[in-house]
């Protein structure tokens, strides 16, 4: 018997078109939820790739016909899924620019507002003409408008405060069924030590190693770190995880800036904790980033973070500046970076500080607090709806 303040066993469909961790962090977020939400409640899966196993899920493999143009496949997805849901769950769960799903999980800038916030007079009218002769671009903003309609039960889940501000100023009908979940992480458990960590990963065992984890190499400021890199003292090593496709533009760079022996590119690793373990310092100077899972999941292993201030990064709207991480005013400005690395390798007390109040932030933020999250909004949907 469920207890009275519990939420009773529901069966819930998630809607990813991508349900592989090599899909980025949307993705990530996604299955880690599901993983929580598994051990209480029947989950169904609907993705058109899937690379992923988990006791007690369901999984639906979504055909596409049409994998380009993108916006096109995105249109089927959302149809395919609505004709597959729509009876028989008690609450449709979607992280995809989908019309239909009780909870809708908005993990990027809206499209609305990144076409037209800031743009008056002769400009938006522009813009608006390139809109409106632009299939790609209509749909995307038919997807996204409904989205946020106002509908019975309706919950919008934005994965950050900075997200949740361009949604209010993009859609304010919607305020009231907007909240915040933001990511949470598995705190890891004890195992290899540094220097295991790093034989494994075939990197050098005497050096201090700065860690780089991202997909998007150069939007999440791997350029200027390299460019750091050059000034930092010779024992200073950099390892880059994420996707090996953009490595050898990254690698040729390293090499033109003369570090190129000091920069360990390890591609995109099935775990990524043993590159955890093996670094001393994680360094994530986005340009942008909604959340920056990476930047939580480093805090959890008890690194010390420098990392782009709230203006770039959602994350660091939480943390505390030489507190519980260190925050970059502009994550360009490969000076701002040095003096940053500088003043945190040449203070183990300060690494130190770090350290322990990264972990502290990261128990507060787990997959299980998120989960709980999420139970409470299906709920509320359902009391909303009448169900």
């Known amino acids: 018997m469920n207890d009275p303040g519990e939420l009773p066993r529901l069966r819930v469909a998630v809607l990813n078109r991508v349900f592989s961790a090599s899909g980025g962090g949307a993705e ?12 209480r409640h029947e989950i169904h899966v609907f993705a058109q790739k899937i690379d992923h196993q988990w006791p007690g899920v369901h999984y639906h493999r979504v055909t596409s016909p049409l ?50 916030a800031g743009r008056t007079g002769w400009r938006r009218t522009l813009r608006w003409l390139k809109i409106a002769t632009s299939p790609r671009l ?27 501000a361009q949604a209010l100023g993009t859609y304010p009908h919607a305020a009231n069924a907007m909240s915040v979940v933001t990511p949470g992480v598995t705190l890891p458990q004890p195992g290899w030590s540094r220097v295991e960590a790093r034989q494994a990963l075939r990197l050098p065992t005497q050096r201090r190693l700065l860690l780089f984890v991202a997909n998007d190499y150069a939007r999440k400021g791997l350029t200027t770190l390299l460019a750091a890199l050059v000034t930092l ?16 533009r990254f690698r040729d760079l390293a090499a033109a800036l003369g570090v190129g022996d000091r920069v360990h590119f390890l591609g995109a690793l099935n775990v990524v904790a043993q590159a955890y373990r093996a670094a001393d310092v994680l360094v994530h100077p986005t340009l942008d980033d909604t959340f920056a899972m990476v930047v939580l999941e480093g805090l959890a292993h008890g690194l010390p ?45 300060l690494q130190q500080r770090l350290a322990a109040n990264g972990r502290a932030f990261a128990q507060a933020h787990t997959w299980e607090r998120a989960a709980a999250e999420y139970e409470r909004l299906y709920r509320a949907s359902l009391e909303a709806d009448g169900a």
């Open 305 to 349: 973070v420098v990392v782009s201030g709230p203006a770039q990064c959602g994350i660091s709207t939480l943390l505390r500046d030489g507190k519980d991480a260190l925050l970059l005013t502009d994550p360009q400005d490969a000076k701002e970076l040095v003096g940053t690395l500088q003043r945190l390798l040449a203070n183990p007390a």
């Open 28 to 39: 990530s977020y996604s299955m880690r939820l599901v993983e929580q939400l598994a051990a």
């Open 67 to 116: 994998r380009k143009p993108r916006w096109l496949n995105q249109l089927w997805y959302a149809a395919a899924t609505w004709l597959a849901t729509r009876r028989g769950f008690d609450v449709v769960h979607s992280h995809e620019n989908t019309w239909h799903g009780r909870v809708q999980t908005i993990h990027v800038m809206p499209v609305r507002h990144n076409l037209l």
């Open 233 to 248: 003292p010779p024992d200073v090593h950099l390892a880059v995880v994420g996707h090996a496709g953009q490595a050898q």
């Open 138 to 164: 209509l749909i995307y903003l038919w997807l996204e408008s409904a989205r946020f309609s106002s509908r019975p039960g309706r919950q919008v889940v934005l994965t950050s405060s900075s997200l949740q």
